[in-house]
């Protein structure tokens, strides 16, 4: 428990802080009130937190396109189907998601969903 004193009651955490108690939130497997407990924060403004941080711009990535990859319409079969992902995410741990040019919208729309 901390007990403040002196005219100041509130608490105030850094940028940095604020930014490792997030993503600690957000690891696989965390709850969020046992986050909370560990470094001694409400668990409303942890929630507070990661609905800030997910509606900042600070938590998109730029697109980036490899050079040395062929773009999906050069690389479509004549039925339709394209040979190489249309959309690739590479996530943490070195991780990749590939969905195709031709994955219906609403599963293209679920994954994405998921992995928010």
């Not at 992902?85 to 590479?90: G, H, N, Q, S, V």
């Not at 070195?94 to 599963?107: D, E, F, K, Q, S």
Request: glycine residues 6%.
């Amino acid at each position: 428990m901390t007990v403040i004193s002196g005219p100041e009651r509130r608490r105030r955490w850094s940028a940095a802080e604020r930014e490792e108690i997030v993503l600690a939130s957000f690891a696989p497997g965390a709850v969020v009130a046992e986050v909370a407990r560990q470094f001694d924060v409400s668990t409303s403004l942890i929630y507070q937190w990661r609905r800030n941080a997910q509606q900042s711009e600070t938590m998109f990535v730029p697109a980036v396109v490899a050079a040395d990859e062929v773009p999906v319409a050069a690389a479509a079969s004549g039925d339709g189907r394209a040979d190489s992902p249309a959309i690739r995410l590479e996530l943490a741990g070195g991780r990749t998601v590939n969905i195709a040019a031709t994955a219906p919208a609403r599963l293209v729309l679920a994954v994405l969903r998921a992995l928010r």
